[in-house]
């Protein structure tokens, strides 16, 4: 018996092996809210950084106070790590005079990552005058920034069907963004199909899924009711009944994790978005097994 553990073990170590060296991750942040929270973002910067990372993104406020907090916070994490950081910029309850003096500013400083949505609103009754791509278009028309844009596997709340989706995708690459990234997903079937559509579709960009750690499955529940995202009925399973224990939560959050990766590595996928929630240790750990 230990020599079939032993070498079921070998096996699982190859397989690993063999994905080491081909992963690439970026990161996501959000604006602290006070000073204990800028120390854990700043540390979670630190560590991450480690992992030479592709680029790291900023969250965008939708009020001016937020949103200079995000240009600050863009501004400081790429001057000191050097690492390229993308400010999340939303067109909603903005004018196209605002967002192109918000974008010249950006490009001025040396901001020239952009990831372009069209993000939420509070009002019941706003009616939305621009889209992300019209964003596009505006970024483009004022310099050539790098772009990237949100894609759904799970289908968008507000959409119609997977196939209104993949059309508004295609608009927004063919106005000149130059990849998509994923909202979070636990069936990695769905990123798989959605890939596959967005092939057929002639989407000729990289669709890098988003990834998020999963450190307290109450807040995950919360999330997916916000975002139409699914969560399988096996991971209600592994998690029933430990509401109140968050260090196994976060010891099996982490399994959930590094199988995904897996999987989507073996299916090609070589770029992973994680939403840090400005935490560190999960997303580091899952890096640092594939070699990282």
């Not at 949505?117 to 005058?129: A, F, H, I, M, Q």
Request: contains cysteine; aromatic residues 12%; glycine residues 4%.
């Amino acid at each position: 018996m230990n020599a079939f553990i032993e070498y079921h073990q070998d096996i699982i170590n190859q397989k690993i092996e063999n994905l080491r060296n081909n992963i690439k991750c970026s990161f996501e942040f959000f604006p602290p809210k006070n000073s204990n929270s800028e120390k854990k973002l700043w540390s979670s910067v630190k560590i991450l950084s480690k992992l030479k990372p592709n680029f790291f993104s900023v969250t965008y406020g939708a009020n001016s106070g937020e949103r200079e907090n995000t240009f600050n916070i863009v501004k400081a994490i790429q001057k000191q790590t050097s690492i390229i950081t993308a400010a999340h910029l939303t067109c909603v309850n903005s004018t196209p005079s605002q967002l192109k003096k918000i974008a010249k500013n950006y490009w001025e400083n040396n901001i020239r990552s952009i990831i372009a949505l069209r993000g939420d609103t509070l009002e019941k009754n706003y009616k939305y005058n621009m889209y992300a791509i019209d964003l596009i278009i505006l970024l483009k028309k004022i310099a050539d920034f790098d772009i990237s844009v949100a894609a759904y596997p799970e289908l968008h709340p507000e959409s119609k069907n997977i196939q209104v989706d993949i059309i508004n995708l295609k608009k927004k690459i063919d106005a000149g963004a130059n990849r998509a990234i994923t909202q979070f997903f636990f069936n990695v079937e769905s990123y798989l199909n959605f890939r596959e559509n967005c092939i057929k579709n002639r989407i000729n960009v990289e669709i890098i899924p988003g990834i998020l750690p999963i450190y307290n499955f109450q807040q995950i529940k919360r999330f997916s009711k916000m975002t139409n995202v699914n969560i399988p009925n096996w991971m209600f399973e592994m998690f029933d009944g430990l509401d109140q224990d968050l260090i196994t939560q976060k010891i099996i959050g982490s399994s959930i994790i590094i199988d995904i990766v897996k999987r989507l590595s073996s299916e090609g996928v070589k770029n992973f978005h994680f939403y840090t929630l400005n935490q560190s240790d999960i997303a580091y750990s899952v890096c640092q097994i594939f070699g990282l």
